[in-house]
């Protein structure tokens, strides 16, 4: 990963954000979720900790406003992010903060059991539990 990729999604988000927070366009709202996402990745792989959970958050933030709007099929990619950042944040040190993360994953795991009509996607959720455990 290079100074080039996070460049690269920075221009992304700049678009994507206008889109999504100017102009109300809320079904690109998990495509700039995405973008957060992957600037996180490029952050963390460049070594920029805190500034990869800021993007991490800013992700799992747009997913946790659609998921209030009843939109569940975010579920899974919410599920890896906290999980990487749950990664991120313990190698941070930020204990505390890693097992928010984990709780928050049991939490979303309980709303799949209790919802015949979303009960699949606990697999991707159970998934990044297991790997953590």
């Known amino acids: 990963m290079s ?14 954000e206008k889109l999504v927070i100017e102009e109300n366009r809320i079904e690109l709202t998990n495509d700039l979720a995405k973008s957060y996402w992957g600037k996180g990745i490029v952050l963390d792989k460049l070594g920029k900790i805190k500034e990869a959970i800021e993007f991490y958050d800013k992700a799992i933030e747009l997913w946790e406003e659609t998921l209030q709007r009843g939109e569940v099929q975010n579920l899974p990619n919410m599920a890896i992010v906290l999980g990487i950042r749950s ?47």
């Open 3 to 16: 100074n080039e990729s996070e460049t690269e999604y920075t221009k992304s988000i700049e678009i994507q």
């Open 87 to 133: 990664d991120t944040h313990r190698k941070a040190g930020n204990t505390d903060s890693a097992e928010k993360d984990m709780q928050r994953l049991y939490q979303l795991l309980e709303v799949t059991k209790q919802h015949k009509e979303i009960e699949h996607l606990g697999s991707y959720i159970q998934t990044e539990i297991d790997e953590r455990s």
